[in-house]
């Protein structure tokens, strides 16, 4: 057990990559909890607030005609950070959804190749090994995202 503690934070990127998957792994768990249905759980708490408001009359007169992520004007390109975005599947696959699969990837990538590699000596230039292996989990991303593209 401690090899293992050790080799998921001993080189600087694995310690890195492996906190930001725990912080990840806190989110889902959230996310999963509360998807079971915490209102049915009563936790003795009970609020009764009167709130008298004066009543108000808003007139709003909104004219939008912007374009979204998809819907490009004729003549225009989009730009390089959303044609990027289109690639990771952004927006046809939840972020979050992509993002954990990016880090995933990111993650067991440092694993391997800091295994493979003795990063542990560089000291604080091993992070620039996260730059190279961040290019290589976008395609990977890419690729196991599509299928989840027909789900969403």
């Not at 310690?15 to 249905?37: C, K, N, P």
């Not at 225009?76 to 880090?103: A, C, D």
């Not at 995933?104 to 003795?118: D, M, R, S």
């Amino acid at each position: 057990m401690n090899e293992i503690f050790y080799n998921l934070t001993h080189p600087l990127p694995n310690a890195v990559t492996t906190a930001i998957m725990g912080v990840l792994a806190v989110y889902w768990l959230f996310t999963f909890l509360s998807g079971i249905g915490f209102e049915d759980v009563d936790l003795g708490f009970d609020f009764d607030v009167d709130v008298d408001a004066p009543d108000m009359d808003v007139d709003a007169d909104v004219d939008a005609d912007g374009a979204g992520p998809d819907d490009v004007q004729a003549g225009e390109s989009p730009g390089f950070f959303m044609r990027f975005l289109q690639f990771m599947n952004i927006g046809r696959v939840p972020f979050m959804l992509v993002l954990s699969t990016f880090k995933f990837f990111l993650w067991v990538g440092t694993l391997f190749t800091t295994q493979l590699i003795n990063v542990g000596t560089w000291g604080l230039t091993s992070l620039f090994i996260l730059v190279p292996l961040a290019v290589v989990s976008v395609f990977f991303t890419r690729f196991a995202t599509n299928p989840m593209v027909r789900f969403f």
